[in-house]
């Protein structure tokens, strides 16, 4: 059974940083892409960032959060990691990890698709991030 788990989130001031862990497991997947989501009530799930495994690894940032944001992982310890800098209040919200294996081919067919969580098979649950102005 494929389990993701975020943590990390908490509050901070505006001007400050989190990072994000994703720890996943119960895989063997060679192939996926795991993206980081945030939602706030009242307001449809966002994409916020996406990583993709192997070698030629590729990783994709909404404009909102293009240079604050920093997604990694370590893949021996199967967590994809997101550093967030120069948090705003607007980044408040329940960010949530999720995995994608058999919409990946699609996914680089259509970049604009990782950004979409319809595309992601797996969800792990969210942790929340406030961010104090």
């Known amino acids: 059974e494929v389990q993701l788990q975020a943590s990390g989130g908490g509050l901070v001031q505006a001007g400050g940083s989190l990072r994000l862990s994703c720890a996943a497991s119960g895989f063997t997947f060679d192939d996926y892409a795991i993206g980081w989501f945030r939602q706030v009530p009242g307001k449809p799930r966002e994409g916020v960032s996406s990583i993709t495994s192997g070698s030629g690894s590729s990783t994709h940032y909404a404009d909102s959060v293009k240079d604050r944001f920093t997604i990694s992982s370590d893949n021996a310890k199967n967590t994809v990691y997101l550093q967030m800098n120069s948090l705003k209040p607007e980044d408040t919200a329940v960010y949530s990890c999720?995995?994608?294996?058999?919409?990946?081919?699609?996914?680089?067919?259509?970049?604009?698709?990782?950004?979409?969580?319809?595309?992601?098979?797996?969800w792990g649950k969210g942790t929340q991030v406030t961010v104090s102005s």
């Open positions: 999720a995995l994608a294996d058999s919409t990946l081919a699609t996914m680089f067919s259509n970049p604009t698709m990782f950004f979409n969580p319809d595309e992601y098979d797996y």
